[in-house]
């Protein structure tokens, strides 16, 4: 599979972006899909997860402000992020969930300037 992520950019504290991972073949074919980013000289986080089953987690750290989704027909996966902090600047990247391993995205850039 092919992760395409989009929709990062620079915005100022207390703006939202919306994320999206378009996935080159269905994501109905992975346990979960999800999101994960990274701060500069900091290991990677995870930060939301959508499983197949139906269910969702966010990180304690971004819940209450992000929500993650899902089109399964259109084969992609949303982060809707709002109320955004400095702290929450990093490459945040899509991920397919497989039983042993992870397929990662190329990453998209979020900034929020105070």
């Known amino acids: 599979v092919q992760l395409q992520a989009c929709g990062g950019g620079w915005v100022q504290v207390g703006e939202s972006l919306r994320l999206s991972c378009e996935a080159s073949?269905?994501?109905?074919?992975?346990?979960?899909m999800g999101w994960y980013r990274q701060a500069p000289g900091l290991p990677r986080e995870w930060v939301a997860t959508t499983l197949r089953a139906g269910a969702s987690n966010v990180a304690d750290s971004v819940k209450d402000r992000f929500d993650i989704s899902r089109d399964n027909a259109k084969n992609m996966v949303y982060l809707q992020m709002n109320s955004l902090r400095p702290e929450d600047t990093a490459v945040y990247y899509c991920t397919a969930m497989k039983r042993t391993s992870n397929v990662w995205g190329q990453g998209t850039l979020v900034t929020v300037s105070s």
């Open positions: 073949e269905s994501i109905l074919n992975f346990p979960g």
